[in-house]
């Protein structure tokens, strides 16, 4: 049996004949860039995370360029980041100008906290962007009250997150500006490269929209210099078509990471040689699974489900030799990057943070796996150990 990490044409079986629709009626109508499909996606993408503003941008990786744009960071500033997250957090903040200054991260929900927040900031530092890793949210208010205390900025890094609840709150209207990818393989997924930045921040939505176009209004009168970050219409109009599923779509994967929950507390139990245990900030032992945890005041998407493991390396050989797919994210932080060097980070210097890189692996957890598929999986994880 072939358990891929990731699926789509499953999903997009589901959805064919809306999708082509869609897509045809931008072909028919020859305008490709912003216009009506875009503006129509920002209406209903706003209404759906109940922000005021919601920008349409060409990746989420622009949108958080973009948005630290919009608040004007640049050389002399410090944005705090953590050091554990996809590459374009930090990347972004030097594309600027900026310093990103690293915390750790929080060894029960990979993401960081307002304490690591407190002890990192500095006179320069202008903003923070806390990411909410794998789809789970980050601990906001603390966060927010921190950032409130000093007068820095906050920039949601929700990019794995759209949908996901922080106390009942949706992301993405918590800070100054939120930040979503539509990566084909996060949540809401495009046909290519996509990205949205949200704000209930007037002035801040104006500065965003004329950002991602060149800082021109009216045309070739350029009031800032900004860039290409449009969102096509093409992708918009995927999109629109792919919004009204994504409720049901983070249903299913929630179903399924409960039902690995099950699968792993009913193959453990009893067993010698396997026992699942609470994530700590020490390397899991051989023998040790430690399960995503979900924090009970959260709303927990699963962009990924993610499981800590002793031994991880050859766990994953024996896995793809039994056709299952995983992922290692991220098997490096920030501080130990080479293109970071000049910040330096010494090795150690964020213990949490390097446990994760060295025994986190993503599963499955696509909406349409099945419960035989994801019972080979855990059988086969356990079957490694035992
Ligand atoms: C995917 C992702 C991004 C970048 O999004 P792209 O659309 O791939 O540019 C940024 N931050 C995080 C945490 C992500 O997961």
Not at 93 to 118: H, Q, S
Not at 316 to 341: D, K, N, S, W
Request: charged share 20%.
């Amino acid at each position: 049996m072939r358990v891929p990490l990731l699926d789509l044409t499953l999903q997009y079986a589901g959805i064919r004949d809306e999708v082509t629709a869609a897509i045809s009626r931008v072909c028919e109508r020859q305008q490709f860039i912003l216009g009506v499909e875009v503006e129509a996606f920002e209406r209903e993408v706003a209404e759906r995370l109940d922000v005021r503003h919601a920008i349409g941008v060409s990746s989420g990786t622009d949108a958080l360029l973009v948005a630290l744009m919009a608040l004007n960071v640049g050389p002399g500033d410090d944005v705090i980041t953590p050091t554990y997250s996809f590459f374009a957090t930090a990347g972004c903040v030097t594309r600027v100008g900026a310093r990103p200054v690293l915390v750790d991260i929080d060894p029960m929900t990979f993401n960081m906290t307002a304490e690591g927040l407190a002890r990192a900031i500095t006179p320069q530092t202008k903003a923070v962007i806390p990411v909410d890793l794998f789809g789970q949210a980050v601990d906001m208010d603390p966060v927010l009250a921190v950032a409130r205390k000093h007068g820095i900025s906050v920039i949601e890094d929700a990019c794995q997150a759209i949908g996901a609840r922080d106390r009942g709150r949706l992301l993405g209207g918590l800070g100054d500006l939120g930040c979503f990818s539509f990566f084909p393989s996060k949540n809401l997924g495009a046909f290519g490269d996509a990205g949205l930045v949200t704000t209930n921040n007037d002035a801040l939505a104006q500065r965003v929209r004329l950002l991602r176009n060149h800082g021109q209004h009216p045309k070739y009168y350029h009031r800032i210099v900004g860039g290409n970050f449009r969102l096509d219409a093409l992708q918009a109009a995927v999109l629109r078509v792919k919004l009204p599923h994504l409720a049901a779509w983070t249903d299913a994967r929630r179903a399924n990471a409960a039902r690995y929950d099950r699968l792993f507390a009913e193959a453990t139990n009893g067993s010698t040689q396997l026992r699942l245990a609470p994530p700590s900030a020490d390397p899991t032992p051989r023998g040790v699974v430690s399960l995503p945890v979900a924090r009970p005041d959260g709303f927990h998407i699963f962009n990924q489900y993610v499981i800590r493991v002793g031994d991880r390396d050859a766990l994953r050989a024996h896995l793809t030799a039994a056709g299952i797919g995983t992922e290692i994210y991220y098997p490096v932080p920030f501080h130990l990057q080479a293109c970071f060097a000049s910040l330096e980070y010494a090795r150690g210097a964020f213990r949490d943070a390097e446990a994760a890189a060295a025994d986190s692996l993503a599963l499955p957890i696509f909406g349409e796996l099945t419960e035989s598929q994801q019972r080979h999986a855990v059988e086969s994880i356990v079957g490694f150990y035992c």
